[in-house]
């Protein structure tokens, strides 16, 4: 083998002192020089450098799959609290609309009691109304009764010229005035 490189070399030297080469003429020393130069780096880069790059690419991967691992729960947590708010949310206008639902039926029935309770306290001022006129009315008439029996006597004393008995004559005026009254 060392024989042919030799060869091989001398050829490549020869091309090369007469300086001219053609562009479609195979260079066989630069061909096995090439390729021998090619596979001892090959070899050294997947000795050396292979196992680094491809532990370094595996790494990368893994850290990225975990990130993405990652992204989704968080991305999954995120819809699951979303979904939890939007559910608070709900309630929470589910139960405000409840308690002003129920705030404007006590303030109905609040209402409702408080009319009820005006016109009880109205019919009753009412009826305390009426019975004081009633009581005053029957007090006046009894004043102007007696006034009228006063009156009666004075003018039935001063025309008979006589004094009459005031108890006995008073009590002849008022069933006269009570037979008046009751054929009204």
Known sequence: ?????????????????????????????????????????????????????????????QTIRRQLDEAEQLNADAKATLEEHKKLLAQSKSEAHQLITEAKTLAEKERERLLTKARDEHGEMLQRAKQEIDAERDKALVELRREAIDLSLAAASKLIRQRLESEGDRKIVEEYLSTLEEQR
């Open 1 to 61: 083998m060392l024989h042919t490189l030799l060869s091989v070399l001398q050829e490549h030297g020869s091309a090369e002192s007469t300086g001219f080469s053609s562009p479609f003429e195979v260079n066989t020393g630069l061909f096995v020089w090439t390729w021998l130069i090619f596979i001892i780096l090959f070899f050294l880069l997947k000795k050396y450098a292979w196992p680094p790059i491809v532990r370094l690419t595996e790494e990368r991967e």
